[in-house]
């Protein structure tokens, strides 16, 4: 390391998503034609009415600085939407914009967790939360989530992990990345468990709108555990909406005013064009985020059945999100190196699933988030290129 770097940044992890992004891009760069499955972004364009109500505002002059914990209109219509959507009271003062859904991760944890804490995390999961954990001195406990289980988690597993230090549980329905969904009997067992102790439930709910069979349920839902509930949303996903960076948290009172303390330490505040098109995408027209989910479930099923068909692979169906995390062992590789391979050799970019903790070792995550086309084409290549591998 650095002489200049201080040491807390040996405990910060990365992204592999965007790592095998850049290899990718400079293959493209060298003239290589490369079918994009690494990178957990909707393909659709930002529907058109949100565009047009984030121009609006910038037109009309919402360029300056904003409240830090966001707008009180914006805030607002987020409260009235979790209040609906979730069947509980939301307090305007109990909502906290942010610029996407990471922040949330970074400063409910960093607000919350001392050194010495537990935190128990879903493993395969995104690779920020056991960063996040570790940077702010916390002990990532890791919540294995097992292929036989439909990756979900073991109620009987979760309570031998839960300990006096346990500060934390981190949860992730539809999941990045196996795509696999917590029943609301699964929530509400955990409800219980939460309920008897001092911990707080960090529930990541960016993909509830991307589900295909089920329902999607919150854990604030339950009566008598919303205090301890952190809920973490945003419109990336749901609405195509990755580059305008807005995300939100939805927690308790006392909770709020930390989060927004680190708001004001950190990035001051999210831009008001960017909150004004924010409201535009909750109130508005839906067609878009439906019509979009229909291709996704086209996706998932031509995916799904292309991989199951390839010999040495196996795929469980997922119930939501845009990724499948297929089975590779019998590939006899490393998932990392058979990423490495499948790019150079089918030019097809995947991630290994080690990348998303040790329990995703042997498995691959691919996102559907492209063209049915380029998907048709990618699946052949990736059959040939372990047919290959197999001789």
């Known amino acids: 390391m650095s002489k200049f770097l201080a040491k807390r940044m040996d405990l910060l ?23 994009h499955m690494e990178i957990g972004e909707p393909d659709f364009l930002t529907p058109d009415n949100i565009v047009d109500a984030g121009v609006k505002a910038m037109r009309q002059g919402l360029t300056k600085y904003t409240p830090s914990p966001g707008l009180v209109e914006a805030r607002q219509v987020v409260a009235d939407y979790i209040a609906k959507t979730r069947g509980i009271r939301v307090d305007v003062d109990e909502v906290v914009l942010v610029p996407g859904g990471k922040p949330i991760m970074f400063y409910s944890i960093l607000a919350t967790v001392n050194p010495g804490d537990e935190v128990i995390y879903p493993n395969p999961g995104f690779p920020i939360y056991e960063s996040v954990i570790r940077f702010s001195g916390g002990v990532p406990v890791p919540m294995p ?35 696999g969904m917590l029943t609301q009997e699964d929530i509400q067992a955990l409800a219980v468990e939460v309920s008897e102790r001092d911990i707080l439930v960090l529930s990541d709910e960016i993909y509830e709108k991307i589900v295909y069979e089920g329902e999607p349920y919150s854990m604030a839902s339950i009566p008598g555990v919303k205090e301890q509930t952190i809920i973490l949303n945003g419109f990336s996903k749901t609405y195509s909406m990755t580059g305008w960076r807005l995300g939100y948290g939805v927690m308790n009172k006392e909770l709020a005013a930390a989060v927004t303390k680190l708001v004001v330490n950190n990035n001051s505040c999210v831009p008001g064009f960017t ?25 998932r099923d031509a995916v799904v059945e292309g991989l199951n068909a390839i010999s040495g692979i196996t795929c469980v169906k997922p119930q ?33 699933g080690g990348a998303f903790g040790q329990y995703g070792e042997g498995y691959l995550r691919l996102s559907y988030a492209n063209s049915l086309e380029n998907i048709q084409k990618a699946l052949k290549l990736i059959e040939q290129a372990v047919h290959k591998l197999q001789k």
């Open 13 to 35: 992890g990365t992204e592999t998503a965007f790592e095998m992004l850049a290899k990718a891009k400079k293959l493209e760069a060298a003239g290589r034609e490369i079918i």
């Open 145 to 179: 989530l097992r292929e036989e289980n439909e990756f979900r988690m073991d109620m009987d597993e979760l309570r031998a992990l839960i300990t006096d230090k346990t500060k934390m549980i981190i949860l992730n329905s539809p999941q990045n990345p196996t795509g």
């Open 275 to 299: 909150q004004m098109a924010g409201i535009e995408a909750l109130t508005g027209p839906q067609e878009a985020t439906l019509e979009m989910v229909r291709q996704f479930k086209e996706r």
């Open 320 to 352: 939501g999100a845009f990724y499948v995390f297929p089975n590779v062992k019998k590939l006899g590789l490393p998932s990392e190196q058979l990423a490495e391979y499948l790019l150079e050799e089918a030019g097809v970019a995947t991630l290994g």
